[in-house]
Protein backbone atom coordinates (compact mmCIF):
# COMPACT_ATOMS: atom_id res chain seq x y z
CA UNK A 1 0.00 0.00 0.00
CA UNK A 2 2.82 2.77 0.94
CA UNK A 3 4.33 1.45 -2.36
CA UNK A 4 0.96 2.53 -4.36
CA UNK A 5 0.58 5.49 -2.72
CA UNK A 6 4.10 7.17 -3.78
CA UNK A 7 2.82 5.43 -7.67
CA UNK A 8 -0.11 7.82 -7.24
CA UNK A 9 1.43 10.66 -5.22
CA UNK A 10 3.60 10.69 -8.11
CA UNK A 11 1.77 10.03 -11.12
CA UNK A 12 -0.71 13.03 -9.60
CA UNK A 13 1.48 15.90 -9.71
CA UNK A 14 1.06 16.40 -13.43
CA UNK A 15 -0.64 14.87 -16.34
CA UNK A 16 1.15 11.39 -16.23
CA UNK A 17 0.14 8.19 -18.90
CA UNK A 18 -1.28 6.40 -15.50
CA UNK A 19 -3.28 9.59 -14.77
CA UNK A 20 -4.67 9.53 -18.38
CA UNK A 21 -5.74 5.58 -18.16
CA UNK A 22 -7.57 6.62 -14.70
CA UNK A 23 -9.16 9.63 -16.19
CA UNK A 24 -12.56 8.14 -17.10
CA UNK A 25 -12.93 7.41 -14.04
CA UNK A 26 -13.42 10.55 -12.67
CA UNK A 27 -16.61 10.60 -14.28
CA UNK A 28 -17.94 8.45 -11.08
CA UNK A 29 -16.59 11.43 -8.97
CA UNK A 30 -18.21 13.12 -10.97
CA UNK A 31 -21.50 12.10 -10.76
CA UNK A 32 -21.11 11.42 -7.32
CA UNK A 33 -20.46 15.26 -6.36
CA UNK A 34 -23.38 16.21 -8.43
CA UNK A 35 -25.35 14.14 -7.08
CA UNK A 36 -24.51 14.93 -3.36
CA UNK A 37 -24.48 18.70 -4.06
CA UNK A 38 -27.71 18.47 -5.93
CA UNK A 39 -29.37 16.72 -2.99
CA UNK A 40 -28.60 19.36 -0.61
CA UNK A 41 -29.65 21.86 -3.50
CA UNK A 42 -32.83 20.89 -3.79
CA UNK A 43 -33.60 20.50 0.16
CA UNK A 44 -33.36 16.29 -0.42
CA UNK A 45 -30.84 16.24 2.46
CA UNK A 46 -30.33 19.51 5.01
CA UNK A 47 -27.71 20.87 6.49
CA UNK A 48 -27.33 21.88 10.23
CA UNK A 49 -27.42 25.46 10.83
CA UNK A 50 -25.73 26.01 13.95
CA UNK A 51 -26.50 29.77 16.33
CA UNK A 52 -22.79 30.79 16.27
CA UNK A 53 -20.37 30.94 13.23
CA UNK A 54 -18.76 27.94 11.54
CA UNK A 55 -14.98 28.63 10.26
CA UNK A 56 -13.84 25.35 8.63
CA UNK A 57 -10.48 24.31 7.94
CA UNK A 58 -10.13 21.81 4.85
CA UNK A 59 -8.32 21.17 1.91
CA UNK A 60 -8.87 20.11 -1.75
CA UNK A 61 -6.19 17.38 -2.05
CA UNK A 62 -5.86 14.56 -1.03
CA UNK A 63 -2.77 14.51 1.87
CA UNK A 64 -1.63 16.68 4.11
CA UNK A 65 -1.43 20.47 2.98
CA UNK A 66 -0.75 21.67 6.92
CA UNK A 67 -4.10 22.51 7.63
CA UNK A 68 -4.27 21.04 11.50
CA UNK A 69 -1.44 23.60 12.63
CA UNK A 70 -3.90 26.79 10.96
CA UNK A 71 -6.44 25.54 12.79
CA UNK A 72 -4.55 25.92 16.39
CA UNK A 73 -3.26 29.27 15.17
CA UNK A 74 -6.59 30.74 14.19
CA UNK A 75 -7.90 29.51 17.47
CA UNK A 76 -4.88 30.65 19.66
CA UNK A 77 -4.88 33.95 18.33
CA UNK A 78 -8.96 34.71 18.09
CA UNK A 79 -8.88 33.71 21.79
CA UNK A 80 -5.84 35.96 22.58
CA UNK A 81 -8.56 38.35 21.00
CA UNK A 82 -11.40 37.63 23.42
CA UNK A 83 -13.54 34.89 21.13
CA UNK A 84 -14.50 31.97 23.05
CA UNK A 85 -13.36 29.15 20.66
CA UNK A 86 -14.47 25.42 20.33
CA UNK A 87 -12.70 22.97 17.67
CA UNK A 88 -14.80 20.14 15.83
CA UNK A 89 -13.05 17.25 14.32
CA UNK A 90 -13.81 13.88 12.45
CA UNK A 91 -11.13 12.25 14.88
CA UNK A 92 -9.83 10.54 12.14
CA UNK A 93 -7.99 7.23 12.96
CA UNK A 94 -9.84 7.05 16.16
CA UNK A 95 -12.55 4.34 17.63
CA UNK A 96 -14.53 6.36 19.23
CA UNK A 97 -18.19 6.05 18.32
CA UNK A 98 -20.79 8.80 18.34
CA UNK A 99 -19.84 12.05 19.55
CA UNK A 100 -16.97 12.59 22.48
CA UNK A 101 -15.42 15.34 24.06
CA UNK A 102 -11.52 15.38 23.93
CA UNK A 103 -9.62 15.48 27.31
CA UNK A 104 -5.99 15.72 28.25
CA UNK A 105 -6.06 12.41 29.68
CA UNK A 106 -7.90 10.63 26.13
CA UNK A 107 -6.27 7.97 24.25
CA UNK A 108 -5.20 9.02 20.35
CA UNK A 109 -6.65 5.40 19.43
CA UNK A 110 -10.07 5.97 20.92
CA UNK A 111 -9.96 10.38 19.45
CA UNK A 112 -7.53 10.10 16.97
CA UNK A 113 -4.20 11.80 16.86
CA UNK A 114 -4.93 15.21 15.11
CA UNK A 115 -7.65 16.01 17.72
CA UNK A 116 -5.77 14.97 20.84
CA UNK A 117 -2.72 17.27 19.54
CA UNK A 118 -4.79 20.20 19.12
CA UNK A 119 -6.40 19.35 22.76
CA UNK A 120 -2.91 18.97 24.02
CA UNK A 121 -1.79 22.51 22.47
CA UNK A 122 -4.88 24.72 22.86
CA UNK A 123 -6.75 23.39 25.89
CA UNK A 124 -9.77 24.38 24.41
CA UNK A 125 -12.87 23.05 23.90
CA UNK A 126 -12.50 20.00 21.35
CA UNK A 127 -15.37 17.60 20.05
CA UNK A 128 -15.65 14.68 17.68
CA UNK A 129 -17.71 12.89 15.82
CA UNK A 130 -18.15 11.42 12.26
CA UNK A 131 -20.99 13.56 11.70
CA UNK A 132 -19.39 16.91 12.94
CA UNK A 133 -22.91 18.13 13.30
CA UNK A 134 -23.16 15.93 16.61
CA UNK A 135 -19.94 17.43 17.75
CA UNK A 136 -20.86 20.97 17.15
CA UNK A 137 -24.07 20.40 19.33
CA UNK A 138 -22.48 18.45 21.61
CA UNK A 139 -19.68 21.50 21.83
CA UNK A 140 -22.49 23.91 22.58
CA UNK A 141 -24.30 21.92 24.87
CA UNK A 142 -21.69 21.78 27.21
CA UNK A 143 -19.95 25.48 26.57
CA UNK A 144 -22.83 27.63 25.44
CA UNK A 145 -20.83 30.54 26.11
CA UNK A 146 -18.94 29.38 22.79
CA UNK A 147 -19.29 32.24 20.02
CA UNK A 148 -17.28 30.25 17.09
CA UNK A 149 -16.67 26.87 16.29
CA UNK A 150 -13.40 26.32 14.21
CA UNK A 151 -13.64 22.70 12.14
CA UNK A 152 -10.68 21.08 11.32
CA UNK A 153 -11.38 19.39 8.20
CA UNK A 154 -14.86 18.90 6.72
CA UNK A 155 -14.21 21.38 3.17
CA UNK A 156 -16.35 18.79 1.55
CA UNK A 157 -18.94 18.20 4.41
CA UNK A 158 -22.47 19.57 3.91
CA UNK A 159 -24.26 18.27 5.99
CA UNK A 160 -22.82 21.00 8.67
CA UNK A 161 -23.20 24.39 6.78
CA UNK A 162 -20.33 26.52 7.62
CA UNK A 163 -19.96 30.52 7.33
CA UNK A 164 -16.19 30.51 6.36
CA UNK A 165 -13.97 28.19 4.41
CA UNK A 166 -10.40 28.19 4.86
CA UNK A 167 -9.06 26.28 1.69
CA UNK A 168 -5.38 25.19 2.38
CA UNK A 169 -2.96 24.75 -0.22
CA UNK A 170 0.68 23.67 -0.44
CA UNK A 171 3.38 23.07 -3.42
CA UNK A 172 1.37 20.53 -5.44
CA UNK A 173 -1.56 24.11 -6.12
CA UNK A 174 -3.84 21.59 -8.04
CA UNK A 175 -1.64 18.73 -8.87
CA UNK A 176 -2.37 17.46 -12.43
CA UNK A 177 -5.93 18.86 -11.88
CA UNK A 178 -7.58 15.62 -12.23
CA UNK A 179 -10.39 14.37 -9.78
CA UNK A 180 -9.89 11.25 -7.93
CA UNK A 181 -8.59 8.74 -9.18
CA UNK A 182 -6.98 9.67 -11.73
CA UNK A 183 -5.47 13.23 -9.48
CA UNK A 184 -5.45 14.45 -6.14
CA UNK A 185 -8.65 16.59 -5.59
CA UNK A 186 -11.64 15.51 -3.63
CA UNK A 187 -13.71 18.12 -5.84
CA UNK A 188 -13.63 20.41 -8.84
CA UNK A 189 -11.85 23.87 -8.76
CA UNK A 190 -13.11 26.83 -8.40
CA UNK A 191 -15.60 25.14 -5.67
CA UNK A 192 -19.34 25.53 -5.58
CA UNK A 193 -19.56 28.02 -2.71
CA UNK A 194 -23.66 27.66 -0.68
CA UNK A 195 -24.73 31.47 -0.61
CA UNK A 196 -23.31 34.02 1.96
CA UNK A 197 -20.44 31.45 2.55
CA UNK A 198 -16.75 33.79 2.26
CA UNK A 199 -13.75 31.75 1.16
CA UNK A 200 -9.80 32.85 1.75
CA UNK A 201 -7.02 30.50 0.44
CA UNK A 202 -3.94 30.24 2.17
CA UNK A 203 -0.43 28.40 1.23
CA UNK A 204 1.61 26.51 3.33
CA UNK A 205 4.32 25.64 1.03
CA UNK A 206 6.92 27.91 -1.26
CA UNK A 207 5.01 28.46 -4.22
CA UNK A 208 1.52 31.05 -3.87
CA UNK A 209 -1.68 29.43 -5.09
CA UNK A 210 -3.27 32.34 -7.34
CA UNK A 211 -4.37 34.98 -4.25
CA UNK A 212 -3.49 33.10 -1.76
CA UNK A 213 -1.67 34.31 1.91
CA UNK A 214 1.05 32.75 2.63
CA UNK A 215 1.38 30.49 6.13
CA UNK A 216 5.23 31.03 7.75
CA UNK A 217 5.64 27.27 9.14
CA UNK A 218 8.48 26.14 10.96
CA UNK A 219 9.50 24.07 13.83
CA UNK A 220 9.90 25.45 17.27
CA UNK A 221 13.47 25.44 18.70
CA UNK A 222 12.85 23.49 21.87
CA UNK A 223 11.21 20.24 22.06
CA UNK A 224 8.88 18.63 24.78
CA UNK A 225 9.02 14.89 26.03
CA UNK A 226 5.60 13.05 27.75
CA UNK A 227 7.23 13.78 31.14
CA UNK A 228 6.89 17.21 30.86
CA UNK A 229 10.58 18.55 30.54
CA UNK A 230 11.26 21.20 27.66
CA UNK A 231 14.67 21.12 25.82
CA UNK A 232 16.82 23.58 23.26
CA UNK A 233 17.32 21.73 19.83
CA UNK A 234 20.56 23.69 20.35
CA UNK A 235 22.09 20.90 22.74
CA UNK A 236 21.55 18.31 19.81
CA UNK A 237 24.11 20.18 17.91
CA UNK A 238 27.01 17.58 17.26
CA UNK A 239 24.52 14.59 18.13
CA UNK A 240 23.33 11.94 16.36
CA UNK A 241 19.60 11.70 17.35
CA UNK A 242 17.07 9.25 15.54
CA UNK A 243 13.54 10.56 13.93
CA UNK A 244 10.22 8.94 13.69
CA UNK A 245 7.38 10.44 11.39
CA UNK A 246 3.90 9.55 10.82
CA UNK A 247 2.57 11.81 9.06
CA UNK A 248 1.48 12.70 4.98
CA UNK A 249 4.93 13.85 4.23
CA UNK A 250 7.54 12.35 6.45
CA UNK A 251 10.37 13.68 5.17
CA UNK A 252 9.50 16.94 5.18
CA UNK A 253 10.03 16.83 9.06
CA UNK A 254 13.18 15.32 9.23
CA UNK A 255 14.58 17.77 6.53
CA UNK A 256 13.26 20.65 8.78
CA UNK A 257 15.10 18.45 11.89
CA UNK A 258 18.50 18.83 9.43
CA UNK A 259 17.91 22.21 8.74
CA UNK A 260 17.92 22.95 12.05
CA UNK A 261 21.25 21.31 12.42
CA UNK A 262 20.87 18.04 13.91
CA UNK A 263 22.52 15.22 12.80
CA UNK A 264 19.81 12.45 12.35
CA UNK A 265 21.32 8.96 12.54
CA UNK A 266 17.77 6.76 11.64
CA UNK A 267 14.67 7.49 10.25
CA UNK A 268 12.00 6.00 10.41
CA UNK A 269 8.47 7.24 8.39
CA UNK A 270 4.82 5.60 8.61
CA UNK A 271 1.50 6.43 7.37
CA UNK A 272 0.10 9.21 8.32
CA UNK A 273 -2.28 8.06 11.20
CA UNK A 274 -0.28 4.85 12.04
CA UNK A 275 -1.34 4.04 15.45
CA UNK A 276 2.33 3.39 16.18
CA UNK A 277 0.89 0.82 18.84
CA UNK A 278 3.86 -1.47 18.32
CA UNK A 279 6.69 0.71 17.83
CA UNK A 280 9.46 0.25 19.71
CA UNK A 281 12.53 2.44 20.37
CA UNK A 282 15.81 1.25 18.80
CA UNK A 283 18.86 -0.65 21.11
CA UNK A 284 21.74 2.49 20.04
CA UNK A 285 19.97 4.47 23.11
CA UNK A 286 19.54 7.74 20.99
CA UNK A 287 17.13 9.97 21.31
CA UNK A 288 13.74 10.18 19.91
CA UNK A 289 12.67 12.95 18.50
CA UNK A 290 9.07 13.47 16.62
CA UNK A 291 6.35 15.29 15.43
CA UNK A 292 3.44 16.71 18.19
CA UNK A 293 1.18 14.26 16.13
CA UNK A 294 3.46 11.11 16.51
CA UNK A 295 3.43 11.79 20.37
CA UNK A 296 0.41 12.11 21.62
CA UNK A 297 0.53 8.18 20.41
CA UNK A 298 3.66 7.60 22.04
CA UNK A 299 4.18 8.95 25.07
CA UNK A 300 1.84 6.89 27.19
CA UNK A 301 4.34 3.86 26.61
CA UNK A 302 7.17 5.82 25.71
CA UNK A 303 7.09 9.59 27.50
CA UNK A 304 10.81 9.80 26.76
CA UNK A 305 10.41 10.34 23.36
CA UNK A 306 10.89 13.63 22.50
CA UNK A 307 8.29 16.16 20.43
CA UNK A 308 9.26 19.14 18.23
CA UNK A 309 6.25 21.18 17.37
CA UNK A 310 4.86 22.60 14.58
CA UNK A 311 4.70 26.75 14.47
CA UNK A 312 2.22 28.16 12.03
CA UNK A 313 1.42 32.28 11.62
CA UNK A 314 -0.34 34.40 9.28
CA UNK A 315 0.07 37.30 7.89
CA UNK A 316 -1.78 40.33 9.33
CA UNK A 317 -3.02 40.79 6.11
CA UNK A 318 -4.77 37.74 6.10
CA UNK A 319 -6.30 38.72 9.73
CA UNK A 320 -7.54 42.46 8.13
CA UNK A 321 -9.38 40.16 5.51
CA UNK A 322 -10.96 37.52 7.65
CA UNK A 323 -11.55 40.05 11.13
CA UNK A 324 -14.55 41.78 9.21
CA UNK A 325 -16.04 38.74 8.28
CA UNK A 326 -16.26 37.14 12.16
CA UNK A 327 -17.44 40.38 12.77
CA UNK A 328 -20.25 40.60 11.13
CA UNK A 329 -21.17 37.03 11.58
CA UNK A 330 -20.86 37.71 14.97
CA UNK A 331 -23.72 40.67 14.85
CA UNK A 332 -25.96 38.09 12.42
CA UNK A 333 -25.64 35.34 15.22
CA UNK A 334 -26.41 38.30 17.97
CA UNK A 335 -22.81 37.88 20.29
CA UNK A 336 -20.65 40.22 20.55
CA UNK A 337 -16.87 39.59 21.05
CA UNK A 338 -14.28 41.73 23.02
Not at 18 to 25: N, R, S
Not at 191 to 201: A, C, D, E, F, P
Not at 227 to 249: C, F, M, N, P, Y
Request: charged share 15%; proline share 6%.
Amino acid sequence: MPKLREVLMDAWRKPSILAWCLYPLTLLSRIYLWLYQTSYALGWQSSTRLPVPVLVVGNLLVGGTGKTPVVIHLAQRLSLLGWQVGVIARGHGGQQQGWAEVTENSLASHTGDEALMVKKRLGLPVFIAKKRAQAALALLRTYPQTQLIISDDGLQHRALHHDIAICVFDDRGLGNGFLLPAGPLRETWPRQLSIGVTQIKIHTGRNAFEDSFAANRQLAGFAVNGRGEKRDLRLWSGQAVDALAAIAQPQAFFSALQSAGLMLSQTQAFPDHAPLADWQPSHGGLDMLCTEKDAVKLWPRHPQVWAVPLLCELPEIFWDTLMPHLQRLSLVHGHQTA
